[in-house]
Structure formats: structure tokens, C-alpha cells
């Protein structure tokens, strides 16, 4: 059963100073969360390393699993608008190009700060409320495949979204974080490419 706990933040900055305030806090957690795990990354030494009160934190985040999952979002956000980028960028390409342009930006997505994402992956809890990744991309894998449904084997292209979303963030979080070889020479993405195509061709 996932805890119910509110992870809304307190309140949102809205002055320069404000921002830099919050972006001082979520650095220092991705710091403490990196190097010496979830047990470790309490509130007072979050604001301890961020050079604030533990008040000034409170102003904004009013518990540890607040201020976690606002890092997380930050970091999913960050992976979505990169893989959103290259879906707009090629929305006109041919499909084998457009199809390699996003496994490999799927790559990089996952490639951003592969510590941090192995931590908030493994380590921490999983709320009720928390922002899901996977059906912001499957949104975008879908409007991507709706262009070209006349191109298309598969029809359900609901489904045929989910799969692909499921498929490529598999083996791309799997390669970042445990096989990271894998990703050295292209091969993970020309085979990732080949697999995505034969599906959908």
C-alpha cells in the first residue's frame, strides 16, 4: 500500500531569490541522494548542505517526501521535454530516421544524471500522487504514431504506444544504469532502432 503523505509542496517561488532558494534545496538533496543514499538525505541535512534553515525549507517543501518528489519531477521533466524536442523536430522525417532520432534521444533522456535517476528508480519510495513518466511519453509516442497510422501494421495505436514506450524505457534504463558498455559504440541504439521498425512495419 502507498503512504498516504502530501507531496505538494508548501508554497511556490516566485521571486528571483526565491528560486534560487529552491534550486539551492534540490541540488543538495540530488548531492546527498547520490552520495549517500535515501536513508541519509534528512531534511536538516538537505538544508545544512544548501547553506538555508531548515525554516527556509520548510517555507516550501513541509516534508522530505515533498521535496523528493519535486527532484523527481524536475529530473522526469527534463527527460520528457528532451524526448518531446526530438518527437517535433522530426514529426516530418521518414520514419526510420524519425524512429532512431528518438531511441537515441530516449538514450540521452535516460543518460541525464544516471546516478540520480538509479537512485530515485531504486531507492526512493513511490507515492501515490507522483508524477508518472511513462504516460507523459506514451502520450507523445502515441500523437508521433497517429501522423503516420496509414504507414502502420499494428492499428490499436493506443497499445501499440504503451508497448513501445514500455520497450524503449526498458532497455534504455537497464543499458544507463547497469550496462552502460552497451551504449559506447551505438550498437544498443542501432538494435533498439531495427527492433522499434520490424514492429511497427
Do not use: W
Not at 502507498?2 to 538533496?29: D, F, G
Not at 520548510?58 to 519531477?73: H, M
Not at 531511441?103 to 533522456?109: D, E
Request: aromatic share 6%; hydrophobic share 40%.
Amino acid at each position: 500500500m502507498l503512504p498516504k503523505v502530501c507531496i505538494n509542496p508548501r508554497k511556490l517561488p516566485r521571486q528571483e531569490r526565491s528560486r534560487i532558494t529552491v534550486e539551492a534545496i534540490l541540488i543538495a538533496t540530488a548531492q546527498i541522494l547520490v552520495e549517500e543514499g535515501y536513508a541519509k538525505a534528512t531534511t536538516n541535512r538537505i538544508a545544512e548542505r544548501a547553506g538555508v534553515s531548515i525554516g527556509s525549507l520548510y517555507q516550501y517543501f513541509p516534508n522530505k517526501q515533498a521535496l523528493l518528489a519535486a527532484l523527481r519531477d524536475q529530473h522526469h521533466n527534463e527527460m520528457i521535454q528532451a524526448i518531446a524536442s526530438i518527437a517535433q523536430e522530426v514529426s516530418d522525417a521518414p520514419m526510420d530516421t524519425a524512429i532512431s532520432e528518438l531511441v537515441k534521444a530516449s538514450l540521452h533522456a535516460h543518460a541525464i544524471n544516471p546516478k540520480l535517476h538509479k537512485v530515485l528508480t531504486e531507492q526512493v519510495p513511490q507515492f501515490e500522487e507522483s508524477f508518472n513518466v511513462g504516460k507523459h511519453i506514451t502520450s507523445i509516442t502515441y500523437a508521433f504514431l497517429e501522423k503516420r497510422s496509414d504507414q502502420l501494421r499494428p492499428k490499436n495505436l493506443a497499445l501499440t504506444a504503451f508497448i513501445l514506450e514500455r520497450l524503449v524505457e526498458t532497455l534504455t534504463h537497464t543499458a544507463v544504469i547497469d550496462q552502460p558498455e552497451y551504449l559506447t559504440d551505438g550498437q544498443l541504439e542501432k538494435e533498439i532502432t531495427d527492433l522499434v521498425l520490424r514492429y511497427l512495419l
